[in-house]
């Protein structure tokens, strides 16, 4: 299986500051077919996991612009332009190249 | 509007059997690979199983191979989980959710995923 390793395991960023969350993974998420698939969710407390980011750098359907994903290989990052009080909760990354596997989650904070 | 509802979580004994159901609505539900995700009590997500559109490939985890099986009734447009043997270690939320590509557009054996639902809780207690 394809182990997906995120940093930090928990960010307190201050409210209009950047964040920033890495993602790792084992071996190449580069597709046969040419694709990375390298997704982006976010949790917030008591809800359910939502789509942010898809094939690396897509924004999913209703997802604020301060959202943005970049990386290729092995190497990806989700960056936050400036978080706001509801972006708190975990963040996790997702590879769905090779089965499905998930990064062991991040968690954001307000300091 | 995409929406999945899943029920039939419990509370069960171990060794018991559970069967869990998504109901899903705003889309073409028999063209979308739909999977079915856990995540336990202060934990993060794991893949628990996955089938295809028409029902005829399905995928398990190591961790239920044998004692949960997948499947789906596209003209009720549900999902199941029937869920057998269970385990302590089973007890969590359980998402479902629908695959990000429809039909043909899919990449062989691919089963990304764009929507979920709320979530059904599973204890597995005696």
């Known amino acids: 299986d394809i182990v997906m390793t995120q940093t930090p395991l928990s960010s307190p960023v201050t409210l209009g500051q950047p964040a920033s969350i890495s993602c790792r993974s084992s071996?190449?998420?580069?597709?046969?077919?040419?694709?990375?698939?390298l997704s982006w969710l976010q949790q917030r407390p008591g809800q359910p996991p939502r789509l942010l980011i898809y094939?690396?750098?897509n924004r999913f359907s209703g997802v604020p612009d301060r959202f943005s994903g970049s990386g290729a290989g092995t190497d990806f990052t989700l960056k936050i332009s400036r978080v706001e009080a509801e972006d708190v909760g975990v963040y996790y990354c997702m590879q769905a190249t090779q089965s499905i596997t998930f990064g062991q989650g991040t968690r954001l904070e307000i300091k | 509007e995409v929406q999945l509802l899943e029920s039939g979580g419990g509370l069960v004994q171990p060794g018991g059997s559970l069967r869990l159901s998504c109901a899903a609505s705003g889309f073409t539900f028999s063209s979308y690979a739909m999977s079915w995700v856990r995540q336990a009590p202060g934990k993060g997500l794991e893949w628990v199983s996955a089938i295809s559109g028409s029902g005829g490939s399905t995928y398990y985890a190591d961790s239920v191979k044998g004692r949960f099986t997948i499947s789906r009734d596209n003209s009720k447009n549900t999902l199941y989980l029937q869920m057998n043997s269970l385990r302590a270690e089973d007890t969590a939320v359980y998402y479902c959710a629908k695959g990000d590509c429809s039909g043909g557009s899919c990449p062989r054996g691919y089963y990304g995923m764009d929507v979920w639902g709320q979530g059904t809780t599973v204890t597995v207690s005696s």
């Open positions: 071996q190449s998420l580069v597709h046969s077919d040419g694709n990375t698939y």
């Open positions: 094939k690396i750098s």
